[in-house]
Nanobody, 122 residues
């Protein structure tokens, strides 16, 4: 069982930056693939980024490439999402999730955090 708690969301102006954190409980964090997803009002939850067990491979949605960076610190049981050049269309609740394998489908992930709100004003 893995429990995930996100933090770091907030209100930021367009062009600004935020760093989201996701703290995981349990001794097996390093064995999980970690992903970030987001869900805007009235829209489906969508993949943003994922990182493999050791952090050597990362995967991004087209909307995140070049602006967002996912990384993890297994010693701290934490995964991060550094977001730059934020735009109003990035406004959403951001969730971290854990799974045994790299996948882009939210339905494949076994464990989820409660989400953190990111609002980008124009």
């Amino acid at each position: 069982q893995v429990q995930l708690v996100e933090s770091g969301g907030g209100l930021v102006q367009a062009g600004g930056s935020l760093r989201l954190s996701c703290a995981a409980s349990g001794p097996t964090f390093s064995s999980y693939v970690m992903g970030w997803f987001r869900q805007a009002p009235g829209k489906e939850r969508e993949f943003v980024a994922a990182i493999n067990w050791r952090g050597g491979r990362t995967y991004y949605a087209d909307s995140a490439k070049g602006r967002f960076r996912i990384f993890r610190d297994n010693a701290k049981n934490t995964v991060y999402l550094q977001m730059t050049s934020l735009q109003p269309e990035d406004t959403a609740v951001y969730y971290c999730a854990a799974d045994r394998y790299i996948t882009y489908a939210p339905t494949d992930y076994d464990y989820w955090g409660q989400g953190t709100q990111v609002t980008v004003s124009s």
